[in-house]
């Protein structure tokens, strides 16, 4: 006895996982019918996103499109009412459901002649491009499924072809193309496959569009990269003279003819570093891997002692399916850490190894042969594009790998390099465009830069290019602060590399310290404090580097700034007298009114408050022969610093007043700084709701900034104006947020209470008592940060009678 639903033409039976339409077993999808199953199962109700995505997807992370495009694959079957969405809430079944109890009558089961191979692995994740791809193939008749060689086009498409064979009555034909090497066999290997024979004078070519007919055929043609020309001109012939078939072919770049639909396949999905067991499950790459490896292995299990290396393999290996299944072979001799130390040299540890994977080339014969399709202008293209980190723009490109050619040519070039998926083209979110290569391809082709002699010339040409882009986005800084990090945070990688670069011995010490000090604003406001401060030092450590030139002041100047920030002004303070003295043997008073304004602080800190005067009148004597108003405007900020701390809090507020009307509209990092200094000054004259509102002010730009040397000390000002409102407990809260917020970026908390402020730092221990200070510290260390974050900033604009 097993039960069965009824609705309309279709017939469910769960209990022999069967959909049929008439009688006739229909081909589905596993998720699609787990979908069909959990929908109607739940038909008396609106079945919520999550319930869906854990009864089809159980005990996996998946992304929530996943589902819609279930959804659509089932409403393109079933008709587009079938399924109700209701937003915000989930989807519901609204088809009239007939419940059979009896449904053990025989079935009327199609069958559909193929020659599909039947395959010996599992076919593992691609739930996303299996419905992508059914659904074009029915309405566009021409689908090609592109990507680099290796990464399982051939196998995708043979699982699309068998899932969706019963919509092809008339048989499914999987050919070859692979050990087919010349143009003119293409028909015949066609022809054969469906058994079509030469008629008396009419040949192949004309034979085969004819028998075919009006027959409902889907003709899988495989590997036609090779052979491109003579399969365009095939099925040209075929979609024009026989009106149902539909062609599903693999290539490494398109066919290129009318009608056809191309879909990239990319690498298998990958986990997100440090990911656990259960997260990384939810990968179809680790998936992949852990099933090939018990092939070797029946042991092998993905476990918490393992799952970092398994991620790590699967990672390094960008997800190639090929690649992955070559790994895994490995296992039969390696162990998992020596498959991890050897991937260094991929190419030779991925060969095929064992009979089972004959079929397949090596992966560096796979990448060979499609750099050997290339013209000898397009594989230097190729070779050069390998010093790129992290993506490139056409303009970079052209920049950097173009010799003395327009850019037009450049982007000819790489339009067929991506053609041939060597190098991937992303779109942005903003229209633009972004280039990037899987590090398997980048290695390889970085192999061959190597063996061609380039690799010096074309990171030199990559530094000197890097070098003007940090020029122009740090002259960039006053107009858009957030503009220009968006663009350093896209081309970090980049910078990264060129400043590594700097390492070789040919290079001038001086680029080095030029590329770093035009980055020092986004390493510090960005960045944790020991990249930038490890950068700064390797910079100012290299040979020649130690020449007294403006470019080694800058750069200390960028060192000591980046200590004072983190709250290590003590340690900055030679840096930045060191930096000061060689800016005036240059006769530069910006860095030399910089360097001064920042020593005053640690003057300051160490108590030496006539020191810092003098400090301050000789930073800002200096700035006024600046055209900088942003040095200028440092320069009042110290003098006000200076009278805070002396207690003069109006002539701190005055000179604060003066620093923000020079601080450039386009700067608002700067501003926030200077606004939350107007406010610790407020706080000690007692103008409480002034106070409010400057850091209020403050803390809004630095959120919107992210700006981490902001951020944190502008919350630990709210602390201080909290305890002077009397709320001693939002004041410990709150200074628990500004510690957890300093041990999370590496900078020291409470590093610069005047007097004033330290006398408030202390109230709440002394009102609420050490043990309730404590405890309303440690939660605010334990909030979550960006929480926390907003409820300060919701407290500091609530409307308040108190001030």
Wanted: hydrophobic share 45%; aromatic share 4%; charged share 25%.
């Amino acid at each position: 006895m097993s039960s069965a639903y009824r609705f309309g033409r279709f017939e469910l039976r769960p209990d022999r996982r069967l959909l049929l339409v008439e009688g006739e077993a229909v081909a589905l999808g596993t998720r699609a019918f787990d979908l069909l199953v959990a929908l109607v199962e739940r038909r008396e109700r609106v079945a919520t996103k999550g319930e869906l995505l854990e009864a089809v997807w159980p005990g996996l992370v998946v992304e929530e499109n996943n589902l819609q495009v279930q959804v659509n694959a089932l409403r393109k079957l079933l008709g587009p009412q079938s399924i109700a969405t209701l937003a915000g809430r989930g989807y519901r079944f609204v088809e009239p459901i007939e419940l059979v109890a009896d449904a053990g009558q025989p079935l009327r089961v199609a069958r559909v002649a193929h020659n599909l191979p039947h395959e010996r692995t599992r076919f593992i994740g691609r739930e996303v491009e299996l419905a992508e791809c059914a659904q074009w193939l029915a309405e566009s008749r021409l689908v090609t499924l592109t990507g680099i060689g290796g990464c399982g086009k051939s196998r995708l498409a043979a699982e699309v072809a068998r899932r969706g064979a019963t919509q092809f009555v008339d048989g499914v034909r999987r050919i070859d193309l692979a050990p087919v090497s010349s143009p003119e066999r293409v028909v015949g290997e066609v022809a054969r496959a469906w058994q079509v024979v030469e008629e008396r004078q009419c040949p192949l070519d004309e034979a085969l569009p004819r028998q075919l007919g009006s027959r409902h055929v889907l003709l899988v043609l495989d590997n036609c990269e090779h052979l491109l020309d003579a399969c365009a001109e095939l099925v040209d012939c075929l979609l024009d003279m026989c009106d149902h078939v539909h062609v599903l072919a693999t290539s490494r770049e398109p066919l290129g003819v009318e009608g056809e639909h191309v879909l990239a396949v990319r690498p298998l999905d990958l986990p997100p570093e440090g990911a656990g067991v259960d997260a990384a499950t939810g990968s179809a790459a680790v998936r992949l891997f852990v099933d090939r490896a018990r092939h070797v292995v029946p042991a092998f299990d993905l476990a918490d002692h393992n799952v970092a290396v398994v991620i790590d393999v699967c990672r390094r290996l960008d997800g190639i399916a090929l690649a992955l299944e070559l790994a895994a072979a490995r296992l039969a001799t390696l162990s998992l850490e020596d498959l991890q130390r050897m991937l260094s040299d991929r190419f030779r540890l991925l060969t095929a190894g064992g009979r089972g994977l004959a079929r397949h080339q090596a992966l560096h014969a796979t990448l060979q042969w499609s750099y050997d399709t290339l013209n000898a202008d397009e594989q230097r293209l190729l070779r050069w594009l390998s010093v790129f980190a992290g993506g490139w723009t056409l303009a970079s490109a052209a920049a950097v790998c173009r010799a003395d050619e327009p850019e037009i040519e450049v982007a000819d070039r790489l339009r067929r390099i991506v053609d041939k998926s060597l190098v991937e083209l992303v779109r942005q979110p903003d229209g633009g465009a972004r280039y990037g290569m899987l590090e398997t391809v980048r290695q390889f082709a970085l192999d061959q830069l190597l063996a061609h002699g380039e690799a010096r010339p074309a990171r030199d040409a990559h530094l000197d290019h890097f070098i003007g882009v940090a020029q122009a986005l740090c002259e960039r800084m006053s107009e858009s602060t957030e503009i220009a990090y968006e663009r350093i945070e896209v081309e970090l990688q980049n910078f990264m590399a060129a400043h590594q670069w700097c390492d070789e011995n040919h290079i001038s010490a001086e680029l080095g310290l030029v590329l770093v000090t035009r980055l020092r604003r986004y390493l510090g406001e960005r960045c944790p404090f020991s990249v930038g401060e490890r950068l700064f030092q390797q910079a100012l450590a290299r040979p020649g580097a130690q020449s007294e030139t403006l470019a080694r002041a800058d750069a200390l100047f960028s060192l000591g700034q980046h200590l004072c920030w983190s709250g290590r002004r003590a340690d900055a303070a030679g840096i930045l007298r060191d930096a000061q003295r060689i800016a005036e043997i240059h006769q530069a008073p910006d860095i030399q009114s910089l360097s001064l304004t920042l020593l005053l602080h640690a003057q300051l800190i160490a108590g030496d408050s006539v020191a810092a005067e003098e400090t301050a009148r000789r930073a800002f004597e200096i700035a006024q022969s600046s055209e900088t108003g942003l040095v200028r405007a440092c320069a009042w900020a110290g003098r006000g610093t200076v009278h805070q701390f002396a207690g003069r809090y109006d002539e701190a507020s005055s000179a604060m007043d003066e620093a923000m009307a020079l601080i450039p509209d386009g700067d608002p990092s700067n501003l926030a700084y200077v606004l939350r200094l107007r406010a610790r000054a407020s706080i000690g004259a007692g103008r409480l709701a002034d106070a409010r509102a400057q850091t209020a002010r403050s803390l809004t730009l630095a959120r919107h900034l992210m700006s981490l040397p902001e951020l944190q000390p502008t919350i630990e000002t709210a602390a201080r104006l909290a305890a002077a409102l009397g709320d001693f407990e939002r004041s410990a809260w709150t200074q628990g947020v500004s510690d957890a917020l300093a041990g999370r970026i590496g900078i020291e908390a409470n590093a610069f209470d005047d007097p004033a402020l330290a006398r408030l730092r202390a109230r709440p221990v002394e009102v609420l008592g050490p043990e309730q200070c404590a405890a309303k510290r440690a939660a605010g260390m334990g909030a979550a940060p960006d929480s926390a974050i907003d409820e300060v900033l919701a407290w500091l604009q609530r409307a308040s009678a108190e001030t």
